[in-house]
């Protein structure tokens, strides 16, 4: 079984895999506002416009790309509260 160790960032809203700390370190995405908003990311998939899959990629010491995926969560919108509560069901 591999054991992983993680580094923590940003207060403890950011954790990241030892491993890969420098790639993270090297790009400026040691912060949550700067992982959640990093714009090099291309989505992979998009369901609901408040979920939100997205990838990007690293290079290591070697210049060989690391693909890292991203899932983004917004809080959904009222009328899908409030949508159940309308159908009696």
Same mark, same amino acid.
């Given at each position: 079984?591999?054991?992983?160790?993680?580094?923590?960032? /940003?207060?403890?809203?950011?954790?990241?895999?030892?491993?890969?700390?420098? #790639?993270? =370190?090297?790009?400026?995405?040691?912060?949550?506002?700067?992982?959640?908003?990093?714009?090099?990311?291309?989505?992979?998939?998009?369901?609901?416009?408040?979920?939100?899959?997205?990838?990007?990629?690293?290079? /290591?010491?070697? =210049?060989?790309?690391i693909k890292?995926?991203?899932?983004?969560?917004?809080?959904?919108?009222?009328?899908?509260?409030?949508?159940?509560? #309308?159908?009696?069901?």
């Amino acid at each position: 079984m591999t054991n992983f160790e993680f580094e923590t960032f /940003d207060s403890g809203h950011l954790v990241i895999n030892q491993q890969h700390v420098s #790639l993270f =370190r090297a790009a400026g995405l040691t912060t949550f506002d700067a992982m959640y908003n990093y714009e090099e990311a291309e989505v992979k998939k998009q369901l609901l416009k408040e979920r939100v899959t997205s990838y990007f990629l690293l290079s /290591d010491e070697d =210049r060989q790309p690391i693909k890292f995926y991203l899932k983004r969560h917004t809080p959904s919108p009222w009328k899908e509260y409030i949508k159940p509560l #309308l159908r009696f069901r």
